[in-house]
């Protein structure tokens, strides 16, 4: 009887984690970049009572083993890298990735790179293109301080005009980096991620090369979250939770009656 209390509890908690999952989606439905998340479970140990070919009663034996699970837990947060909406803003700052890849950004005081779905790019005081954090883009581009038109191409070639000139000067290369596992790369916050050993070596290549995306002018990517999906997945959890939280309930009531018999 108790295990049957140990087991609901298991259920709840993953249930829990799951609420917490996308409740976090659905307050980045806006975020710039944004990729959802899911959780996924797996079943805890179960309890073997008789195993397959154990002696049977009534001689021979058993051809499928007795067990009895002992509940789930959460296994992993799996991140969905689905293209999100294009959303057209106008800003030539506004930087869109259509296809696979991230900016490589350089952190100020940490070793190592940050990367970024996130192109609402800027421009710092010292005309260095870099993200809504301050962060530098990696290669480096850094426009003069005389600019007036701000052009970048689909394969990441950087053209500025100045206003002593009446044609686009190429000024850098954007660059964008993929990776063997890039559900493996930790998120940090801020929209950015940091590579581990699950992710792989980070590969750059120019947009449109070697498998990565190409870069959209004016544009920003949304979330790739949908709200009735996460809607639906919300009521279903929450079922779940009630549903396990019955079991203790009758559990409970079971115990009770169990702790009055005479």
């Known amino acids: 009887m108790l295990r049957s209390l140990y087991t609901a509890a298991t259920g709840m ?78 800003n030539p700052l506004d930087i869109a990735i259509e296809g696979d890849g991230f900016f490589q950004v350089t952190r100020p005081g940490e070793g190592e790179p940050g990367y970024t779905r996130a192109g609402n790019l800027k421009v710092d005081s010292t005309g260095r293109l870099v993200t809504s954090r301050g962060d530098p883009l990696d290669p480096d581009i850094t426009f003069p301080p005389d600019t007036v038109k701000v052009t970048i191409r689909p394969d990441g070639t950087v053209l500025a005009r100045t206003s002593a000139s009446e044609s686009d000067q190429e000024i850098g290369q954007l660059n964008l980096v993929t990776f063997p596992n890039p559900g493996g790369l930790e998120s940090i916050g801020g929209n950015l991620f940091v590579r581990t050993d699950a992710s792989g070596e980070a590969v750059q290549a120019k947009p449109g090369e070697r498998g990565t995306g190409t870069l959209s002018q004016g544009y920003l990517e949304g979330a790739n979250v949908k709200a009735v999906e996460e809607m639906i997945d919300m009521i279903t959890t929450q079922r779940a939770y009630e549903l396990n939280s019955k079991v203790i309930t009758t559990a409970d009531q079971m115990l009770q009656r169990l702790t009055t018999m005479r």
């Open 13 to 90: 908690e993953a249930q829990q984690t799951r609420m917490d999952v996308i409740s976090n989606n659905l307050a980045n439905t806006s975020t710039t970049g944004f990729k959802r998340t899911r959780a996924e479970f797996e079943d805890l140990l179960s309890d073997t009572i008789r195993g397959a070919e154990a002696p049977d009663p009534r001689g021979g034996t058993s051809p499928v083993p007795l067990q009895v699970g002992l509940g789930v837990r959460t296994a992993a947060t799996t991140r969905s890298w689905s293209q999100g909406e294009l959303v057209n803003t106008g």
